[in-house]
């Protein structure tokens, strides 16, 4: 498996052996994540953060495991103060950031947009999302959740809710979950249903998933319960989307006909999806979830830029 200098553009770049094998590095990174362990391997590497879009878990993850690999950062996230402002094309903006930097992490809202930036740079460019499009690293820590607190990911039921059809996280989650043998259920109204694209690679690879309006009706066999955003900034206007905000809600009484041992994830932010009250329940999993963000991300750095990287940290 060679992962050295290699682009990271979408999960499906990866094959399922070398998935596995970023989450057994992944694991190894606990110690240096939590600040019980220095490690200096990445030390005189720099990460170029360049967000045109707004973040929070993604951007100050990344950096954070730069940092406790003994890299350094640089980039924007206020796009408007760089010189993009004076019409610099992307293209060129990563040409500077390919010269300045060993890694590039590119959040961007057209889709697209990694795949096209990976073209003008020699260094690994990761895409930190693009628009409606992948958001690997996010997939990565999603299936690491899973497996740390569900112990395996075959024949479990997981139920996506929310806007399936803008929400860039629960495409690629779906297509990994099915390739390690997860049971799928979507929830959604038609009108933020997962793509029928989607559906139909499912299908062709053996797993058909169930689709379903209600929430009630599908809580009960959950094992694992994925909550999105309604992604209000992707609506083509304010009507479209004021006909599906607030429909489901995760709350208390909601969690009553769910197994005692069911997590609930979301990749945060929320707005209203998920109740606070829900924050203090065994069920809660999303911040320890945004938490894995850093150790993968410490480990997908280590792989791309340490020839041979085993998880070893000193
Ligand atoms: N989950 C996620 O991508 O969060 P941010 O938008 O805050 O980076």
Request: aromatic share 8%; proline share 4%.
């Amino acid at each position: 498996m060679e992962f050295m200098g290699r682009d990271v553009v979408s999960i499906k770049d990866f094959s399922g052996e070398e998935i596995e094998h970023i989450l057994d590095i992944t694991k190894k990174m606990h110690p240096v994540a939590e600040g019980e362990k220095k490690s200096n391997i990445l030390e005189g590497k720099v990460l170029a953060s360049l967000f045109y879009e707004p973040s929070t878990r993604t951007r100050l993850s990344f950096e954070s495991a730069m940092l406790r690999l003994g890299g350094s950062t640089i980039g924007f996230a206020e796009p408007d103060n760089t010189s993009f402002s004076k019409g610099e094309t992307m293209a060129d903006t990563i040409k500077m950031a390919e010269s300045y930097a060993d890694v590039i992490v590119l959040r961007h809202p057209n889709e697209g947009a990694a795949k096209l930036a990976s073209q003008f740079s020699s260094k690994p460019v990761i895409n930190a999302g693009d628009g409606a499009g992948q958001h690997p690293t996010q997939t990565l820590l999603d299936l690491y959740t899973i497996k740390s607190e569900k112990g395996k990911i075959k024949d479990i039921n997981v139920v996506l809710v929310g806007d399936l059809k803008y929400g860039r996280t629960v495409h690629s989650l779906s297509y990994v979950l099915a390739l390690f043998g997860a049971n799928l259920t979507f929830v959604a109204p038609n009108l933020m249903q997962m793509p029928q694209e989607i559906i139909n690679n499912l299908k062709e690879m053996g797993k058909t998933p169930a689709l379903n309006e209600s929430l009630y009706e599908t809580i009960s066999d959950a094992d694992v319960l994925y909550v999105t955003r309604i992604q209000k900034e992707r609506f083509p206007d304010d009507e479209e989307y004021l006909k599906v905000a607030g429909l489901y809600k995760v709350d208390k009484a909601l969690l009553k006909n769910a197994k005692e041992n069911l997590i609930v994830m979301h990749p945060l932010p929320r707005v209203d999806e998920i109740a606070f009250e829900v924050d203090s329940t065994q069920h809660a999993v999303y911040f320890k979830q945004a938490k894995n963000g850093v150790m993968v991300r410490m480990a997908l750095l280590g792989l791309l830029l340490i020839p041979d990287f085993d998880g070893g940290v000193i």
